[in-house]
């Protein structure tokens, strides 16, 4: 059972930059798809970005395009989302999530075909 392990989150004003990491508990981590995920409160859970195995594969959500980068260093099982230039509206609980069985992420913000998913962290940006 994959474990992943979210932190980084906080309170910011607008045009501030947050550092999001999601720590995987097993080596198997190399594997998977990865995918940060946010739910804003009374919204249902969105795809923000997803990076394939290798890292040959990147998918950003049009609304954060050109402010948010993901990342992955499999030698530490740890996923990356570097946020900058954060408006009120990125507001919400972020999650990592990972599947395996698809090496390109193909789908990358269908959640339902995410299989391990972290507890959330809490990002807050103030206008």
């Known amino acids: 059972q994959e474990q992943l392990v979210e932190s980084g989150g906080g309170s910011v004003q607008a045009g501030g930059s947050l550092r999001l990491s999601c720590t995987a508990s097993?080596?198997?981590?190399?594997?998977?798809?990865m995918g940060w995920f946010r739910q804003a409160p009374g919204e249902e859970r969105e795809g923000v970005a997803a990076?394939?195995?290798?890292?040959?594969?990147?998918y950003y959500a049009d609304s954060v395009k050109g402010r948010f980068t993901i990342s992955r260093d499999n030698a530490k099982n740890t996923l990356y989302l570097q946020m900058n230039s954060l408006k009120p509206e990125d507001t919400g609980i972020y999650y990592c999530?990972?599947?395996?069985?698809?090496?390109?992420?193909?789908?990358?913000?269908?959640?339902?075909?995410?299989?391990?998913w972290g507890q959330g962290t809490q990002v807050t940006v103030s206008s």
């Open positions: 097993q080596s198997t981590y190399a594997s998977y798809c």
């Open positions: 999530a990972a599947r395996s069985g698809e090496r390109l992420c193909a789908q990358w913000d269908a959640r339902t075909l995410y299989a391990y």
């Open positions: 990076i394939s195995i290798g890292g040959s594969r990147i």
